[in-house]
């Protein structure tokens, strides 16, 4: 059994891959209580990574100042949108593996 503290709740996590969590009153489970007990750990919770889609989202413009940066482009006869998009690809390109 493997067993995660997270947000301080448990997560149990059984060894044949099959995950449960539940609310609070799952500190009172036996079984946990128990393996704590016997002198086990449980491993606290890692927020993974966020992906280069994640941080691609967070920084692009809203759809409405892109709509904006697009005619005032049409208008100018500029590239701002494009270029802005493309800065924000390049700082966080597409892995290779995907």
């Given at each position: 059994?493997?067993?995660?503290?997270?947000?301080?709740?448990?997560?149990?996590?059984?060894?044949?891959?099959?995950?449960?969590?539940?609310?609070?009153?799952?500190?009172?489970?036996?079984?946990?209580?128990?393996?704590?007990?016997?002198?086990?750990?449980?491993?606290?919770?890692?927020?993974?990574?966020?992906?280069y889609?994640?941080?691609?989202?967070?920084?692009?413009?809203?759809?409405?100042?892109?709509?904006?940066?697009?005619?005032?482009?049409?208008?100018?006869?500029?590239?701002?949108?494009?270029?802005?998009?493309?800065?924000?690809?390049?700082?966080?390109?597409?892995?290779?593996?995907i």
């Amino acid at each position: 059994m493997k067993v995660i503290l997270h947000a301080g709740y448990y997560v149990k996590d059984y060894e044949n891959g099959k995950k449960t969590s539940v609310n609070g009153d799952y500190l009172q489970d036996s079984a946990v209580q128990a393996w704590i007990a016997e002198g086990n750990t449980p491993d606290v919770y890692q927020e993974p990574e966020p992906t280069y889609i994640e941080l691609r989202q967070a920084e692009y413009p809203s759809l409405a100042e892109q709509l904006d940066m697009q005619y005032w482009d049409s208008v100018n006869g500029t590239t701002v949108w494009a270029d802005t998009i493309q800065s924000i690809k390049d700082k966080y390109p597409k892995p290779m593996d995907i």
